[in-house]
Every structure is written in C-alpha cells, then in structure tokens.
C-alpha cells in the first residue's frame, strides 16, 4: 500500500468543537490504543491545537505526517510511535 492509500485507509478521530486541552488528551488516549506504525486523522477546530498537537507528537514520539487546514480548523494525520 503506498502512501496516499494509507492516508485515505487511516482512522478519523472528530475533536471538533473540543477545546484545549481535550483534543490532546483524546488523543494520546486513541493513539495508545493503536498499534506502532498506525495512521490516525485528528479533526479539530481549536486554534490552539496548531501548537499543541504537534507539541504533543514530539514529546510523545509520534510522527506530525500531515497538518492541513480545512473549513472547520485543522487536521492533523499522525503515526503513532513504537
């Protein structure tokens, strides 16, 4: 499966309308339930989160593959780390 198939085949995680610091913290909670490797789209429409989701992807060595705008806020695709 190449990249671009992954991306469409990963999980979306709708943290829309949830603010700081929930989007984070539902976050780590959905990533901890994946496996290494694993894609996972985080929607948003917290301002914040542009700094806090990839602050949090460093700290918790997880890979920030994607940030994008969108019409509602931001989402976010990211690997979850080993």
């Known amino acids: 499966m190449d ?3 992954a991306e ?3 999980e979306v995680y709708d943290l829309k309308g949830l ?3 929930l989007p984070v913290l539902k976050a780590r909670k959905r990533l901890q339930g994946l496996r290494a490797g694993s894609l996972l789209w985080v929607e948003t429409t917290d301002p914040l989160a ?3 989701i990839p602050a949090f992807c460093h700290d918790a060595g997880h890979r920030l593959v994607k940030n ?5 806020g931001h989402r976010f695709l990211i690997e979850r780390g080993a």
């Open 68 to 72: 994008e705008p969108n019409e509602a």
């Open 3 to 5: 990249g671009r198939q």
């Open 50 to 52: 542009v700094i806090d």
């Open 8 to 10: 469409d085949q990963a």
């Open 19 to 21: 603010n700081c610091p």
